[in-house]
């Protein structure tokens, strides 16, 4: 199945959120969010600056849909008049043949953070995982300090299954790492 495509539908939709393909266009705010400081403490990496041409090229390239490549989808707000680009979520790391994978999300723009908006992409992402790739099981690790993230994983039904001890070194210090699992079963689609 290497390099096979997948069906992804082309707008995903939930109250809050609907999910769609990232484009070039988009890269220009996920420049200026992983350029913060706080958010690069968020999601666990050291705050450097990402030129827009390198970001241009990452979005091109992960707009590519395959078990090769994952899903890359762009999280754009729609609670109001329009569409407003607040984050990415990610499926990654796929094995077809033990039908898994690894997701992750960014809600960039702090606004949008603590208001359901991360956990309502984050299922529409599962329900893609498990209803339309056939996935068993999907993986993620946060760390340990990202206690927002992890109540939000929870709600989706992801179970906490283990703990890396000074896995992360971000701002100076070093935290553990969280892993969360999500078996099919487990999903809470609503």
Partial sequence: MTGESIHVPSI???????????????????????????????????????????????????????WEDGVWLAIEAIDGPQPILIGAVELRDLSAEARRGDVGILIGDPAYRGGGYGTEAMRLLCRIAFQEMDLQRIELNTSEFNTRAVRSYEKVGFVVEGRQRRRAHVGGRYYDVILMGLLREEFRDA
């Fill in 12 to 66: 995903i939709r939930g109250e809050l959120v609907r999910l769609v393909p990232a484009e070039p266009r988009m890269a220009a705010p996920f420049v200026a969010w992983l350029n913060e400081p706080d958010t690069a403490h968020l999601i666990g990496r050291v705050s450097y600056p990402i030129a827009l041409a390198a970001e241009e090229e990452w979005v091109r390239r992960k707009s590519r849909v395959s």
